[in-house]
């Protein structure tokens, strides 16, 4: 993975164990589907929040360690 999500604050982290909690390994589409309804309804803000947050669902579903290891 290449893309390392950015995160403003801790409840895109709560938002994310939540779509995890409840969609399992749908998590990664229903933020995505977030993300396309904010941004038909023209929020800016909440699709790049929801886009950052699919983005960690989507780190947090691979199975190695990614980055450095301190």
């Given at each position: 993975m290449d893309v390392y999500p950015?995160?403003?604050d801790r409840d895109?982290?709560?938002d994310a164990a939540?779509?995890?909690?409840?969609?399992?390994?749908a998590a990664c589409?229903?933020?995505?589907a977030r993300?396309?309804?904010?941004r038909d309804l023209g929020n800016v803000v909440h699709f790049c929040r929801w886009r950052q947050?699919?983005?960690l669902?989507?780190?947090l579903s691979?199975?190695?360690v990614l980055g450095t290891v301190h």
């Open positions: 950015y995160l403003g895109e982290v709560n939540d779509l995890i909690r409840r969609f399992g390994e589409g229903e933020a995505a993300a396309d309804a904010s947050i699919e983005r669902v989507l780190l691979v199975k190695k």
